[in-house]
């Protein structure tokens, strides 16, 4: 194609992309390709606010060197390197992917809830466990203090709570003007002497 017709089908190509686009929109030329068949696409580049990276792509028509040039399309077009929008998705495609989201989320709240209730049974166990060695270490202490206990000293306890015993059971009597029953008097007797023979002087 000659020169002179690939700066004519420009200024045309130019023209239509100053007329599509809003005021000092169109840049300077960045790249004429020559599609074949008397079709050739002049690349411009988009001054517009927001569309860095973009650029206008204006398709001219000429049938024969000297045919008259007539405009095929106008259209803004992103470079490689411009931030466009995402690939559509349908909706039925969003749905179905929301959907298996959510399942995956009440499935994991599940495991946690689960996970958390094994905990709580696991301290409660090993609370009860607690509980049972401190109740049995309480025994076995009680059960040492019985055993060391001197058998003399709890021999002295016992002739000492009969001579009590006694002496209650006696003062009764008295108060009520009856006489003690006999056996109170020998078992009064029998642990004065019991606590005679181990040096130790009876209550009187």
Known sequence: ?????????????????????????????????????????????????????????????????????????????????????????????????????????????ALEAAEAEDSDEADDADDVDNDVEADDVDNDAEASEVIEEDPEQAAEELVLADLEEGEDAEGQAKETGRKPPRFFGRRKRAAKKEARGKGKNPKN
Not at 22 to 42: L, Q
Not at 85 to 104: G, M, T
């Open 1 to 109: 194609m000659p020169k002179q017709n690939v700066a004519s089908l420009q200024e045309t190509a130019f023209a239509a992309a100053v007329e599509a686009a809003p005021r000092n929109g169109v840049g300077s030329i960045i790249d004429a390709i020559a599609e074949g068949e008397g079709v050739t696409t002049f690349l411009f580049e988009a001054k517009l606010k927001g569309y860095v990276g973009w650029h206008w792509s204006i398709t001219v028509f000429q049938s024969g060197d000297s045919g008259a040039a007539t405009v095929s399309e106008v259209l803004l077009m992103p470079g490689p390197d411009s931030l466009v929008a995402p690939d559509w998705v349908p909706w039925s495609e969003r749905l179905a992917d929301y959907k298996a989201l959510q399942i995956e989320l009440e499935a994991q709240a």
